[in-house]
């Protein structure tokens, strides 16, 4: 298991970190959980996470749809299978984003300043999120302002961008 | 003096601008046309969308406005040159006027305003919202994805709605002239089919193909240059429908000369 913890000091530096993953994820497969890539407004929920899928994979509607509702299910959020982006709170946004990362099956899940994602008022059930979802390779990059919401996160090892980039990504 | 000739020039320069640019949307959308992902589920949803939203929905609209121009044109010609002695024309009239000219223009003006602009604001909000950096983002091809199905929907959509258009202006006319003139329904189809030529029939496609290709590849291609900045939409609309008007006039002068 590969968990990572990535932190900036200024927002140039996430930028160019941003553009870096962006260029990287139009070659490769790379799951970017981000405020910066929202759902697509004229999908609905199950049309946005099945996208990728569909896609990349073949899915179709009919065999994805199960999977989605169990997943969907998991988060207590099944009755926004049809919604739009709009229906949504920050939280659900979210949930629905990392669903979208998960189908397209990359190799690496990267959470790109996760707390811009959210308000406050979700921040227990991010945590909760982080420890039950089953990341094998994962990757949280955020604000050095926000370290210690990541302080009880024993699973995860700090480690350097350009590190990771050039080790894991070969970037 | 000097700031007329500043103006000209750099008129000059963003027109060679839109038509590199342009060039270049073109040629990536015929790479796009060879990818393998265009046959798969999303693509095809999205396709599928697209035919629905462009060639059915506007299908009642678009019926009444043929039946209408067939009443009143086919009908009126029809009358006119039976009148005057000329019934042998007639076929050849028609098909010049209904099916090299009158068919292709009113459907593409028909879906300008209702495809085009929605297709125009569509594509902006979506640039704006930076949802196309997310399809990027999961490894998907814009074009692929939501630029080549939107334009051959249109491509399909304009050969569809034009031929619908010359069955309904004809019909249309055809109820004009049985409760006027002594002429069958026979008559009428016979002296358009046998005025039919390879030529008409060459330029009728051709200026169906160029239409569809324009009008949404025009639209998309204006869209994708907005900002980030919401006041850019309304710009963005307004010049791609200059555009394609343009375009529209370009292709009947093509079609002219052919």
Redesign the interface.
Known sequence: MSKYLIYYEHEDTADAWMSTL?RY??????G?V?G???????LSVI?NI???A???H????ENGEKAIIKDLRKFNIEHHLHSRSNQLNNFERFIVKFL??KY?EPDWTVFFNPRRMFIAEYEEQFHQFLRCEDLKKSVIIEHEKHRYLFEDMNDYIEKDFDLWATQDLNI | MRKTIESTGQKAIDSMRFFAGYFAFTVAFFKGCFNP?IF????K?VFRRQIYFTGVQILPTFSFVSLALGLALVGGLTKFMVQFGAESAVGSVLVTTTVKELAPLVTAILLTLRTSTAVTA?IA??KM???I????????DPFV?LYIPRILSGVICMAALSIIFVYISILGGYLILSFNLNISFDFLIGTIFDAFTFNIVLVFFIKLILLGYFLMSIPIYTALQVGNAVTEIPIALLKGMFRLFYAIIIVEIIGVIL
Do not use: D, W
């Open positions: 962006l994820a139009v070659q490769k497969r790379l970017i981000s910066s890539f929202p759902i697509i407004g004229n049309e099945l996208l990728p569909a896609y990349h073949k899915t179709s509607y979208q990362v397209l | 992902h798969y589920p999303s693509v949803l569509e909000l979506m919202n930076r949802e950096e997310t399809l990027k983002s999961l490894s998907i994805y």
